[in-house]
């Protein structure tokens, strides 16, 4: 396993982190915990949750592992990572109180100000003194790290940065968002913050086309995904990509990415970064440019959901509107645009928005009428 230090803490982190937000069958609280503990034998020593993943069942699975793996801490240190997206003190109070519990711990090592989407609603929280809230929990020994999690492109990380001093930061990247927080890394890394890169595999997109991004592998003995992991093994600006594993197979496959890592050859991370700006010629590549819309449409958020239908499906569009931009199915922007073409004259790739958001528009009506039915 490659271990480094987690911004300026001494925290010396595994590269790869096992991530508790993908358990299939949430409710087989022993055997994910299982898979958990074997994860703990092969290195790996960062642990990320969230209260309520998989249907609120994570933090107990996680507990359920802990439970074991408490006994040798001291030999061998592990870090855990959980998260409150509340916006009131009380209220985050109530989830530290609640995730030390199920999780069976005193302290929890990397707390989250979770899912930071925008700025207003960074300073929202802040305004609502959540991060004063995070500082007592941090002086009473409950926390010991104040980090952040969020989907905001680059130059917003840097405001924020710049207005807080975090210890560390989880963000989305990997080889297909890598364009839109690019920035970010940059900002995290000159302020020294430690960095755990959530979603290294495109949400299982990167695995499910494999000829598209083969451009990833460096080598010929590897696999995609393999190749997509030691790109951010290469990026001394992360410290750990977080795998959502389900079985040993996928534990295995990301044990042997980081056993049989070597420093990408420049060149080869010149022809993987050429690579993504190819293979990305139809998808939008987060540049932001077209953030202008009069209507306010979140165009960005709803072309990278559209990324999600051309390479997945129709759900994991509507999931990627829902879960990771936070975008209410029921507001549906897509069905808002006037079609005045504005963002379409200033997109990078000349993608065709106005047709992609009726698209999007159809996606979401026929999901809603769906679900109105079985009411
Ligand atoms: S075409 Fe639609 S999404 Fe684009 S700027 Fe105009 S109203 Fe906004
Ligand atoms: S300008 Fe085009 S490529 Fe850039 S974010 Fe907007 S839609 Fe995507």
């Known amino acids: ?44 020593n960062y642990f990320d949750t969230a209260p309520i993943y998989c249907d609120d069942k994570s933090e107990e699975i996680f507990g359920a592992a802990l439970k074991e793996m408490v006994k040798s801490r001291d030999e061998k240190p592990f870090y855990v990572s959980t998260k409150s997206g509340k916006d009131k003190p009380e209220e985050v109070r109530k989830d530290i109180e609640k995730s030390l519990k199920r999780l069976g711990l005193d302290s929890i090592d990397f707390y989250h100000y979770w899912c930071i989407l925008t700025l207003d609603e960074y300073y929202k929280r802040k305004e609502n003194r959540v991060l004063k809230e995070f500082e007592k929990l941090k002086e009473e020994g409950l926390i010991k790290h104040i980090c952040v999690s969020t989907h905001m492109a680059g130059d917003d990380i840097g405001t924020m940065l710049d207005d807080y001093s975090f210890d560390g930061i989880l963000l989305g990247y990997s080889a297909m968002n890598f364009a839109y927080r690019e920035k970010g890394l940059d900002f995290a ?3 020294y913050l430690g960095v755990v890169a959530m979603n290294p595999l495109g949400g299982g997109i990167i695995p499910r086309n494999p000829e598209l991004f083969d451009f990833v592998k460096s080598r010929n003995d590897e696999n995609v995904i393999e190749g997509a992991l030691r790109f951010l093994f290469n990026d001394e600006r992360i410290n750990v990509a977080l795998v959502g594993f389900n079985n040993e197979k996928e534990l295995r496959e990301a044990v042997k990415a980081v056993e049989g890592f070597e420093p990408i050859p420049s060149e080869s991370l010149e022809n993987i970064r050429r690579g993504i700006k190819e293979a990305f010629n139809e998808l939008c590549t987060g540049c ?55 963002c379409e004259r200033i997109c990078t790739q000349q993608l065709p928005i106005r047709k992609r958001l009726r698209e999007m528009n159809e996606k979401v009506q026929q999901h809603l009428a769906k679900q109105q039915s079985k009411r």
């Not at 559209?306 to 549906?332: C, F």
């Open 288 to 342: 932001q440019y077209c953030d202008k819309c009069p209507l306010r449409i979140p165009v960005p958020k709803m072309m990278d959901s559209y990324n999600q239908l051309m390479l997945g499906n129709s759900d994991d569009m509507l999931g990627r509107l829902k879960w990771h931009w936070g975008i209410e199915l029921k507001d549906n922007p897509a069905g808002k645009c006037s079609e005045c073409g504005l």
């Open 1 to 44: 396993m490659i271990f480094s230090e987690y911004g300026k803490t001494g925290k010396q982190v595994s590269a790869i982190g096992f991530g508790g937000m993908r358990f299939t069958n949430a409710a087989d609280i022993d055997g994910n915990a299982g898979l958990i503990k074997k994860a703990y034998d092969t290195g790996i």
């Open 189 to 191: 890394s000159q302020k």
